[in-house]
Nanobody, 128 residues
């Protein structure tokens, strides 16, 4: 069982930055592909970013490319999402997710059904 705890959300203004963190309670964190997803009120959950186990290759939703950066610190069992130039449309509850051994080679790793473990979410609100 993997427990994921997100932190770092908040209320910011357009153009501001936030860094989300997700701490995982698993000793084999290195072998988990980690993803960030978000869900706005009344909308479907959507993929934001992923970072693979091993190579650390990354994937992003097109609308966040160049603004968001996903990274991981395997020594701390933590994945981060640095969000810059935030826009009101980024407002959502952000969820961290983990997928054991998910291979992102030739695959976007953007399907939530591939992720077995999910955090409780952290709210990000961007005011205009």
């Amino acid at each position: 069982q993997v427990q994921l705890v997100e932190s770092g959300g908040g209320l910011v203004q357009t153009g501001d930055s936030l860094r989300l963190s997700c701490a995982a309670s698993v000793s084999t964190f290195y072998y988990y592909t980690m993803g960030w997803f978000r869900q706005a009120p009344g909308k479907e959950r959507e993929f934001v970013a992923a970072i693979s186990w091993g190579s650390g290759s990354t994937r992003y939703k097109d609308s966040v490319k160049g603004r968001f950066t996903i990274s991981r610190d395997n020594a701390k069992n933590t994945v981060y999402l640095q969000m810059n130039v935030l826009k009101p449309e980024d407002t959502a509850n952000y969820y961290c997710a983990a997928a054991g051994g998910l291979d992102c080679s030739g695959y976007e790793c953007d399907d939530g059904r591939d992720y077995a473990y999910w955090g409780q979410g952290t709210q990000v609100t961007v005011s205009s």
